[in-house]
């Protein structure tokens, strides 16, 4: 990020930030999803299945252990978090890396007042890694942007920010989409339904983002009115030529597509409590849908649930949402592993 100041690199549209983010040619922060192409998604996908195959035996799980020893990380997640903290804690783990966390403000001197940029320069102070989740959007990109001017550039990967990204999230959905298509055609044309709060669901606009990657998709937009797309993204879409279409009737998408991605209402953000007045049980993936859904579609929530997805659904073979779960924990050791530049390591072994 040498040569440009903070003002005009904001100005930069995401895939131009790109470059910023690598460092001699390897990814190093790892912030939105516009910075990622085909080759990459491809490379991910094909790394996080040599590290599963890897960690099924002790020789493996040995070798993984080995490859980052030394190696420390921060685990900076002030927003809060199942899945996404204790995957990339596991991660870590897996590779040989020491974890430290901060998961509460209350705990860290920012309570003293000091500021959050001051508080995640100390972290660089002391780590090799940092993972941050935060309620703002763009901070993730702020601190590896200041890194860089205090020349301490630590690699930054962005864990969730606001309501505006979820990366690593998108790469573990590419990743369960990839497996579940990989015997029939893989991600290229097919139809993908997001259903609920797409307006503020971070994850969401984290994997349409990537979705411009693959040939001849279709994407179906179902969501309440007040809660649609944002035209940020509708815009984005339309650029990239992707096709896409918007709906509130969840009933008549389903049986057209090949995969149902369910979000939560996101009410964290609604200060007004105006999604009070929304009935989101029309955006529930009632029990009578299994009957229209397409034998080889698939059913997926990035969790937590609240109700889209009733338990007696988890049976249903289609239903991959554990699935997801699990598939994260496979992708953030390939992307960290990326970021240490242990894949070609991992990729010979
Ligand atoms: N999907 C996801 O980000 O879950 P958590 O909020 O539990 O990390």
Not at 47 to 61: D, E, P
Not at 71 to 94: E, G
Not at 139 to 153: N, S, T, V, W
Not at 295 to 306: C, E, F, K, V, Y
């Amino acid at each position: 990020m040498k040569g440009i100041d903070w003002k005009t690199f904001q100005r930069l549209r995401g895939s131009e930030k790109k470059e910023y983010f690598m460092q001699f040619g390897n990814i190093f922060h790892v912030i939105m999803s516009q910075q990622f192409d085909r080759k990459f998604l491809d490379e991910i996908c094909e790394l996080a299945t040599k590290i599963r195959g890897i960690s099924k035996g002790n020789k493996g799980v040995k070798f993984l252990q080995s490859l980052l020893q030394g190696k420390r990380a921060m685990l900076y997640f002030v927003q809060p978090s199942t899945r996404t903290f204790l995957s990339f804690m596991v991660a870590c783990q897996i590779l040989g890396i020491q974890c430290s966390e901060v998961r509460d403000t209350s705990t860290s001197s920012e309570l003293k007042g000091e500021s959050q940029e001051d508080t995640v320069r100390t972290f660089s102070s002391y780590v090799d890694l940092i993972v941050m989740r935060h309620p703002q959007a763009g901070f993730a990109e702020r601190i590896a942007f200041l890194l860089h001017q205090i020349g301490r550039p630590v690699p930054v990967i962005n864990a969730g920010s606001g309501k505006d990204q979820h990366p690593t999230q998108a790469l573990l959905d590419i990743y369960t989409l990839h497996r579940s298509f990989e015997n029939y055609g893989g991600i290229d044309g097919k139809k993908i339904a997001f259903v609920g709060d797409l307006l503020r669901g971070r994850t969401v606009r984290s994997l349409v983002y990537l979705l411009r990657n693959y040939d001849g998709v279709k994407l179906y937009f179902v969501a309440p009115k007040g809660l649609q797309m944002g035209e940020d993204l509708k815009k984005y879409m339309s650029e990239q030529k992707v096709v896409f279409e918007e709906g509130e009737d969840l009933g008549e998408v389903i049986p057209l597509v090949d995969a149902v991605y369910m979000t939560r209402i996101q009410d964290e953000y609604d200060e007004a409590g105006e999604s009070k007045r929304i009935d989101y049980s029309r955006y529930h993936f009632n029990k009578e849908y299994l009957d229209i859904l397409h034998p080889n579609a698939i059913i997926m929530h990035p969790l937590p649930r609240r109700g889209e997805i009733p338990v007696e659904i988890d049976e249903d073979r289609r239903a991959i949402y554990w699935r997801q779960v699990r598939n994260g924990m496979w992708v953030r050791v390939a992307l960290i592993a990326k970021i240490m530049q242990k894949d070609r390591d991992i990729t010979e072994y």
